[in-house]
């Protein structure tokens, strides 16, 4: 089973050997209608802190726009992502709902995620998709292999869709494009429907030993990456410097105020494990200080072979 979910979230293969085209362009809805959409008119350089930051600001114009134009492709690469994600996490739950109106409900999650995987193909359309996947990802794929139905209603629908849409309004706040804010509204209004339908299917005092401690070592690794910090900033100003000392780094970090970023995403994971009445859970992570951090905590590592940054979710 392992197998055939990891298959289903990493095809190399987009269009398959026969016309389906032809069907699927019925059933999906085409919000750009063929126009295409330049990165650097969608967001701009307050959507993501950039004009605080003293290293940026002293860059050329050219390095400056690159940036930006990269910044605004990652974000939607790593939601292209996501959503591919999303389609084989309500495949598997829905094979793995208790009963029929669960499974139903996983049905028509399916679909939803097809249909936001497909604006981000039409957003994506002519722009290189970078295939190596970032921890960010790659903990969400390996949640979506081994995890059970209870630990995934927990870590997908509570945490994880619950973060995304507090993520795709920061998105949404911030976008230029007209058409792009609409489909991301549109997009926030199904995923508020999934996370809803985990608070009302978790109850912790359900969980299996195993399950309990499988979610509090997924989610102490998880808030372990949000401690990491903006470093999508950073490693995209890290590589247009070639590199930084870790002086200028904490520069840049004090620039972003990455510090209170880092705390503000603490508090909303906490508050939506509290919402779903985790409350051991909770305790867990209290206990070993997995909300709290200070500056000097907040983790520099920027992988200079690797010019993608880990996550921008993070
Ligand atoms: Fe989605
Ligand atoms: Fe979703």
């Given at each position: 089973m392992e197998e055939i979910l990891k298959n289903s979230m990493n095809?190399?293969?987009?269009?398959?050997?026969?016309?389906l085209r032809s069907i699927l362009c019925k059933k999906e809805r085409s919000f750009l209608q063929g126009q295409h959409i330049k990165l650097t008119d969608a967001w701009d350089l307050e959507a993501f802190g950039l004009q605080k930051v003293k290293a940026f600001n002293i860059l050329s114009e050219d390095k400056k726009f690159q940036i930006l134009n990269n910044m605004s492709l990652y974000r939607l690469q790593e939601a292209h992502s996501i959503e591919t994600a999303g389609m084989t996490f309500t495949a598997k739950m829905s094979l793995l709902a208790i009963s029929e109106d669960e499974q139903i409900l996983y049905s028509h999650f399916a679909k939803d995620e097809a249909q936001h995987l497909a604006y981000f193909n039409e957003m994506l359309a002519g722009y290189y998709l970078n295939s190596n996947d970032d921890p960010f990802i790659r903990l969400l794929k390996n949640v979506i292999m081994s995890g059970s139905r209870r630990s995934l209603i927990f870590?997908?629908?509570?945490l994880l869709e619950g973060w995304g849409i507090d993520h795709y309004h920061l998105m949404s706040f911030t976008c230029k494009h007209p058409l792009l804010k609409k489909i991301l509204g549109k997009i926030i209004a199904d995923e508020a429907a999934h996370h809803a339908s985990g608070l009302i299917l978790f109850?912790?005092?359900?969980?299996t030993k195993n399950e309990f401690k499988y979610i509090c070592d997924i989610v102490a690794h998880f808030l372990e990456l949000v401690t990491m910090g903006p470093i999508s900033v950073l490693g995209q100003i890290e590589s247009a410097h070639e590199s930084l000392t870790s002086r200028q780094r904490n520069e840049v970090y004090k620039d972003l105020d990455a510090l209170s970023d880092v705390k503000r995403k603490l508090n909303i994971l906490k508050s939506l494990m509290i919402k779903a009445k985790s409350l051991k859970i909770v305790k867990y992570l209290e206990d070993r200080n997995l909300f709290a951090v200070s500056f000097s905590e907040v983790n520099l590592f920027v992988n200079p072979a690797n010019q993608r940054p880990i996550s921008l979710m993070l």
């Open positions: 095809k190399t293969q987009k269009r398959s050997a026969q016309d870590i997908i629908q509570i109850d912790e005092s359900e969980l």
